[in-house]
């Protein structure tokens, strides 16, 4: 699809690097979300705006809301909504960096940066729990329908909505358990990826299962695991032509519909959550036509 930023279907890099920013109080935003346009190119730069940033400038773009905060069995699920949000794709970190630096002067003084993580590929697109990340993805037609807005019109087709969420993982509880209590925490085997036939009803893929849902929840993932220092986790990052099916399967995920909880939950969990609107493009540059701009 020729309209969408092309990173986003692309697939995922070996390096990568995720910026997030609030807007600035009392500051006026609209200068530099029109300068995103000289320099995002929707590749190696894919840009998101949130609802906070949206609301500033006084517009609105159908379907998109800030982050749901779940709280109940043990579980406190964060809403940390951000404004305004980079995936920067690569392949040398050094140049991230650098990248990184160029992204933070540009958007300053209206946007603050508040946070940087680091992503990489891990073995063959495993989690650094050894799972292999992804197998039930959307591939080709089926991707560009669960990830773009479609049949809109000018200046919304070809957008997507993203949720992104930092996930911390426990290692030493991950370690603990043992192959199998591993195995159906997921509900596929670490050593093939098989599916497992007699998953319990908490793994993973079975609380998650696309096919599942009604209407069918299929998402977009482009998660990446991340590290600093001896902490890591996975950076999960999923496009969706809504953002409705993300949360249907969250929802189930947290036990809201059966007090069933996922079994990721035994040893990794998230800190952070924001939803973003990620513009289209049109010859090649970002479409900002759905900002008036
Ligand atoms: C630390 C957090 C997470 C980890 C480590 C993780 C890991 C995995 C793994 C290993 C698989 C199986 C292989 C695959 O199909 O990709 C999987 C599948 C899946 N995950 Fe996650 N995941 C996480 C969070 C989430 C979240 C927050 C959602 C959505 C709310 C989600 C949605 C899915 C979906 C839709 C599938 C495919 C299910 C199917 O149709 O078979 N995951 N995940």
Redesign the pocket.
């Known amino acids: 699809m020729d309209k969408a930023q092309p990173g986003i279907l692309a697939p995922v890099p070996r390096l990568a690097r995720y910026l997030s920013f609030s807007l600035t109080f009392g500051m006026e935003p609209r200068r530099s979300v029109q300068s995103l346009v000289d320099w995002v190119d929707g590749n190696n730069t894919i840009v998101g705006f949130g609802y906070p940033l949206l609301q500033a400038m006084g517009r609105t773009i159908e379907g998109l809301r800030t982050f749901p905060s779940y709280l109940g069995s043990g579980l406190a699920l964060p809403s940390t909504q951000e404004a305004l949000w980079f995936w920067l794709r690569g392949t040398d970190r050094g140049e991230l960096l650098h990248r990184s630096r160029k992204i933070l002067g540009a958007v300053a003084p209206a946007f603050k940066c508040e946070s940087v993580i680091d992503g990489f590929q891990y073995d063959t697109g495993r989690?650094l729990?050894g799972?292999?990340?992804?197998?039930?993805?959307p591939q080709g037609e089926k991707a560009i329908g669960a990830a773009l807005v479609q049949g809109k019109g000018e200046g919304l087709d070809g957008s997507s909505f993203v949720?992104v969420?930092q996930?911390v993982?426990d290692f030493a509880r991950f370690d603990a358990l043992t192959p199998k209590e591993q195995d159906d925490s997921?509900?596929?085997r670490k050593s093939d990826?098989e599916e497992l036939p007699d998953a319990p009803p908490s793994a993973?893929?079975k609380r998650?299962?696309?096919?599942s849902f009604a209407p069918q929840?299929f998402?977009l993932?482009r998660?990446m695991p991340w590290a600093d220092g001896v902490r890591g986790?996975?950076n999960?990052v999923?496009f969706g032509k809504s953002l409705d099916a993300?949360e249907a399967?969250?929802k189930r995920?947290v036990g809201a519909e059966d007090g069933i909880i996922d079994g990721?939950f035994q040893y990794?969990r998230?800190i952070n959550g924001s939803y973003f609107w990620c513009p289209p493009v049109h010859n090649g540059r970002l479409d900002l036509r759905a900002l008036g701009l």
């Open positions: 989690d729990t799972f292999e990340d992804g197998t039930e993805n949720a969420q996930w993982h997921v509900g596929r990826n993973h893929v998650t299962a696309q096919e929840a998402i993932r998660s986790g996975l999960f999923a993300f399967q969250l995920m990721l990794t998230p």
